[in-house]
Structures are given as C-alpha cells and as structure tokens.
C-alpha cells in the first residue's frame, strides 16, 4: 500500500486541538522579526482537508490547524502537524513516501510511482485517481522547503549554504532520463540528499 498518515493519526491530533494542547512553543522564530515563538499569541484556527489512502482509496479527513500571532510584528503562523505540508491535503508520508520511491530508484517512472499492485489510488466516488504529476510537483515542494529551511541543513550547511549545498551534491547522481532541464536535475539531487540523509526540512 501507498505510505500515508492514518485516520486514527489525524484524530488524535484534532483531540489535541480541541483540548488547547497544541502551543506555540515548538515553531521556528517569526520569519519577518526573528521573536522567539515562545511570545506568540494563538490567533485563529482553520479547518484542512487531508487526503488519506484506505485500500487503495483516497478519502477525506477535516482537521483544524491552528494559527498563531507573533507579538512583535504581527505575522500569522500556521503550526502544522507532521503528518501535513504547507499547502497540501496529501498527507507527509504520502508525498514523501512516493517521492522518495521515484528520486532514489533509477528506472521508474512518475507513473510507476503512483501505481501499487497494477492499480493506482482513486477517489471512491469521481473516481479521480492520483495523477503521476502530482509526485512530479511534490518533489519541487520539497526541494524547495530543503532550500528555503535552512534550519534542517543547519548540520551540514553552515556559513555559506548555497555554495556547500553544490558541494555535498557532487558525489550524488541522476540519470538523464529523468530531468530535461538543469534546474530540475538539481531538484531532483537535493531530494535525493535529502533522503540519503534522512533530514527532515522545517515545515514552518
């Protein structure tokens, strides 16, 4: 089966929202001011739909995130649970889990990717299933929180990150065949790092 959160995961977090147990305290600085997320203030909460896979299906699940305040400068941050991506109702496991499958073997495709026992995941009713592009578009969200979070490089990538980044790419390959252009292929190495490595980038 595809990897994916689980109803019961997500419940369990929807239970914390609604017992006040999810606190500012875990999130990053504020990224306008840099005011440590101790002094955020809760500001409002929002209703995300999550997409989960039962038995090859792709079903629902609503849950509340919840948004804080910085005190300092006024921005809103989402605090999201790990189980979730900034902008994605696909769930964490699943975008990582299927990216992961295509960036680290080098002879499937975005179509292989998605398919588990000949069959690919649908919706129960549209029957809409999850389309190959949609790892295409994963794998450039998390290249892109690798780049843009430079606390989950913070390890490896120290006083000058872009240019250490290159470095740390070098002994790492992709094969023609799975980029057309020279923006992409470094896309694809960084998730490939990233996965090599095990990091995780700061969703926040």
Known sequence: MPPTATY????????Q?????????GLGPCPRCHLESIFFKLHAYRERRFLVIVDLLVKAVF???VRFRCTGCGKTITSYPDFAIPHKHYTRQTIEGLSRAYVENDQITYQDA??????????????????????HRWISTLAALIIAHQQALKKLLQQNPAAQLGTYLEP?????????????KHCLLR??????????????
């Not at 019961?8 to 239970?15: L, T």
């Open 8 to 15: 019961e995961q997500i419940k369990a977090y929807q239970n």
């Open 17 to 25: 929202v609604e017992k006040n147990k999810i606190t500012s305290h």
């Open 63 to 65: 849950c509340t995130l």
């Open 114 to 135: 998605v398919m588990n026992d000949d069959a690919v995941p649908e919706r129960p009713v549209s029957g809409q299933a999850l389309a190959p592009s949609s790892v």
């Open 172 to 184: 790492i390959q992709i094969p023609d065949k799975k980029y057309k252009t020279h923006s992409r």
């Open 191 to 204: 998730c490939r790092w990233f996965f090599e490595n095990q990091f995780s980038p700061s969703l926040q």
